[in-house]
């Protein structure tokens, strides 16, 4: 039946030309923005785990800062420590010479003092961004290397920490700093303290040299972990483009169609009109 009150195709035409329409606005907007899910209102779900992942990156980005940080202060106090292990080498040498009978112990105490007070120097100077971590001022450091996300989504930290211990090489060599050598036995007294001092300050290099390591260690994990979330961000949210340019170019199609499907569903009332002529 027709009827020149409703038409019934146009209706059909028009929906389907709405429809079609609407998909091809999401279709633009997918390869404007590069997204197929750029807002909550595309798909909660997707969109909600995306924003939490976005967050980690965040707080990766942050640690990684601080990872920084922590390697640039923890270096300086390798350095510090090798040094004195390298001055105290020399020192050997001069203690050495001094057990001898025939030897000028003034001048060989008057080498140890410049010694003793080079290490000390270095030790003081050893300092980053206001730490040091040899001058036995600082208590327990820790430095932030982690947060871990339970199933809850509750947070965590996670610090890589040096005892304080560990942070007072001046201190443990107070006995090398009172080192005075005025005979050879003085010299032989000093020399058998030697190897204990030594091992003091090749244990603190050791020790922040493999705090070192380690640091380096979380710092690629967790620039891996950022690659790896932001891989992962991606293949939530971002947009096909060649699916996306292969849709656009069959919704367009389907739009002509349906243009010319509501000309023709409009036409049908002039048929009718044709009839009572």
Not at 111 to 122: A, C, K, M, P, T
Not at 174 to 196: V, Y
Request: aromatic letters at 4%; zero cysteines.
């Amino acid at each position: 039946m027709s009827s020149i009150l409703t038409n019934t195709g146009a209706m059909v035409a028009l929906q389907t030309m709405r429809g079609i329409n609407t998909n091809l606005d999401k279709t633009q907007n997918e390869i404007s923005t590069g997204k197929s899910v750029g807002n909550a209102r595309d798909n909660a779900a997707v969109w909600a785990i995306a924003r939490t992942m976005d967050s980690d990156v965040s707080g990766l980005k942050a640690i990684g800062d601080s990872l920084s940080l922590a390697k640039s202060t923890v270096s300086v106090a390798r350095v510090a420590a090798e040094t004195t292990v390298e001055l105290m080498n020399e020192m050997k040498e001069l203690l050495v010479a001094g057990t001898g009978q025939n030897v000028d112990h003034d001048k060989i105490q008057a080498d140890i003092e410049v010694l003793q007070n080079q290490i000390e120097s270095v030790l003081d100077s050893a300092q980053f961004n206001g730490l040091n971590l040899v001058d036995g001022e600082a208590e327990d450091v820790e430095f932030l290397s982690a947060i871990i996300r339970d199933d809850a989504g509750g947070l965590a930290r996670a610090e890589i920490t040096i005892d304080d211990g560990d942070l007072d090489l001046k201190g443990e060599l107070d006995d090398m700093f009172d080192w005075t050598i005025g005979d050879a036995e003085d010299a032989q007294d000093a020399l058998d303290e030697f190897e204990a001092q030594y091992q003091v300050a090749i244990d603190a290099a050791a020790t922040f040299g493999s705090t070192e390591r380690r640091i380096d260690i979380q710092a690629e994990f967790n620039q891996n972990m950022m690659d790896a979330l932001t891989t992962g961000i991606g293949g939530l949210v971002d947009a096909d483009m060649e699916e996306a340019s292969a849709r656009l170019q069959s919704l367009q199609v389907q739009q002509q169609l349906a243009t010319q499907s509501l000309s023709i569903a409009n036409q049908q009332p002039q048929n009718i009109l044709a009839l009572f002529r």
